[in-house]
């Protein structure tokens, strides 16, 4: 191995490398060897990884690949994710051994140990089977940041149904079509969630969901904020009263299920239309998020794992939830805003529940830098060992400051290239990898990741291209919900039997890799993934908008933010009013994410002749750039 070392000597750029007692205490201390390994079998390399979790049978077949894109993984296996994450840590030391770690923005703390957990899961499993909820099912989860948020997920889990998790940051519209399209019967809620200071009143907009999409027949409400809100007889429940009926006992059989049956879908935006739902699988990817959580963040049972995205995105789901109970792990949440009352309040809580590994987002760094070093250095961050990053690229200057004022200079980042398709890391480092800021680094075991050019061909270094990954992997999505031709179409079709992206980046000399942003009209606002498709058709549900176009530019924080342009039905006339209720129309229909920075009114918008909207064009416009090839706009 010393000629890698030497090799490695001399790579290129800024190179931060790994202090040494990181190396010595990793679960993996060698890539190289490793990777190759995985690449020449990756079959063998999985069905190790799947021998670590426990199987009510075994599997026949690691991968099938006859019906390309369509992959199969562990043919014949059956498991329960909740089986591993919950049931098989009870006869252990795990018994025990907190689970979650919980706080509310108001300051209350909960806490569950394993044992704990499980009766809370299990009684939530028991309710929604006496509501007639059962495998084949889909059971929309809409709620803030709290427990009940992850015994809701499990709950459907445990039964064999599988969930549909919308962000309690989400509106009317999105929660609405999102039902539709997975034509729920039962909606999880709750009254409401915190937010600097203020109540998100969930279950006024679960109501106006619902008398849209009227498919709910029973909703299921938690109690979190406590002001009135509507109940209406006969559909809506209070949770507290249905785990207090008898039916809702502690002690609920964990269903058996084909490794290749769904585990949750979840929506996420494309470049067209509707968010499609993306489907993942109990067996591949339990196998996956486990191995990836225990290499990548090197998890061991004396940490306390804070990943402070939110359970409604994929980054939850995987490394809030799942990954973390599947190793064992004890998982901190917190329910609100990094920066309030004061933007020490992340400090303040790694200081006081002594966090060991913190994962977040480039915009959350962004943000609680702008305040100054003064806030995280009134405290005590040494419990700290890992740090981690995931979204959108993260900005040198950024990264600089997390390892050097949160890290001190003692914690490597693991900046994590991944995506709601993907279910978990793909390109990512080690703790053993030498790091260069703004570098997600290289690909993770059995993942064969390269840059290529229109035609699929390998680009040269250092040049940018379409970032396509080569290999099959157990994590992966096995289709959109209810649409196998949008799958094939989105991720397939253009390269055949290379996995699409949508993301462009560069493959450096070193073999790192550096991912540029999406190439497709999906815009990623403080690493929160939305479509140009989605605020438009929002914009157009408001009566005086005829037509619109929205984009997305450079934002200092938010990485990107979105800026509409509007044409108003005749007679009408812009005005700053009219664009900030615009603006809020979006918020009210998508969630406030989606609130356009700017709306400018406009009389025509630049089109192809066969009507497309050029978005590229106004984009080159509004920086200021050339515009490019425009031989296909009419006129
Ligand atoms: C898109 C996927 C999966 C976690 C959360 C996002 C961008 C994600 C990185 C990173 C640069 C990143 C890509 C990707 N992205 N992580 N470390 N460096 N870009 O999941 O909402 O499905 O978004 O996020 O553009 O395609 P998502």
Sequence with gaps: MSQEISNLGEMEGEVYWPAPEVTAAAHVKEYEALYKQSL???????????????????????????????????????????HNA????????????????????????RTFSYFALNRNVSRFANVLKSMGVK????????????????????ACAKIGAAHSVVYGGFSVESLAERVEDAQSHVLI??????????????????????????????????????QDVYMEPGRDYWYDDLVGLPIANTKCATEPMDAEDTLFVLYTSG????????????????????????????????????????????????????????????????????????PNRWWQMIEKYG???????????????RFGEAWPNRHDLSSLRLLGTVGEPINPEAWRWYHTVIGKERCPIMDTWWQTETGGFMITPLPITPLKPGSATRPFFGIEADVVDDDGQPVKEDEEGYLVIKTPWPG????????????????????????????????????????IGRMDDVIKVSGYRLGTAEVESALVSHPDVSEAAAIGLPHELKGNAIHAYAILRDGLEGSDALAEELRNHVGHEIGPIAKPETITFVDTLPKTRSGKIMRRLLKARALGLPEGDISTLED
């Design 476 to 515: 992966m999505l096995r289709t959109v919900y209810k649409d196998p031709d949008r799958y094939r179409e989105q991720y397939w079709d253009k390269f055949e039997t290379m996995y699409q992206t949508g993301d462009s980046a560069r493959k450096d000399k070193d073999g790192y890799l550096w991912i």
């Design 135 to 154: 495998k084949g099912d889909i059971v929309t989860i809409y709620l803030p940041r709290i427990p009940e948020q992850m015994f809701a997920m499990l």
């Design 271 to 342: 470049t067209t239309g509707r968010p499609k739902g993306v489907v993942h699988t109990h067996g591949g990817y339990m196998v996956f998020t486990h191995t990836t959580l225990k290499y990548v963040f090197d998890i061991r049972d004396e940490d306390r794992w804070w990943c402070a995205a939110d359970p409604g995105w994929i980054t939850g789901h995987s490394y809030i939830v799942y990954g973390p109970l599947l190793l064992g792990a004890t998982s901190f949440m917190y329910e609100g805003a990094p920066n309030y009352p004061y």
């Design 40 to 82: 020449e079998d990756p079959e063998g390399f999985w069905a190790e990884r799947a021998e670590e979790l426990e199987w009510y049978e075994k599997w026949d077949e690691v991968l099938d690949d006859s019906d390309a894109p369509f992959f199969k993984w562990f043919v014949g296996g059956k498991t329960n994710i909740v």
């Design 355 to 369: 966090i060991s590994i913190l994962y977040t987002a480039p915009t959350a760094i962004r943000g609680l830098m």
């Design 86 to 109: 919950l049931d098989r840590h009870l006869t252990t030391y795990r018994r025990n051994k907190l689970a979650l770690i919980w706080i509310g923005e108001p300051g209350e703390h």
């Design 189 to 226: 809620t709750a009254d409401g969630g915190w937010l600097r200071g203020k109540i998100v009143p969930l279950k006024d907009i679960a109501d106006e969901a619902m008398a849209r999409q009227p498919t709910i027949e029973s909703c299921i409400v938690v109690r979190r904020t406590c």
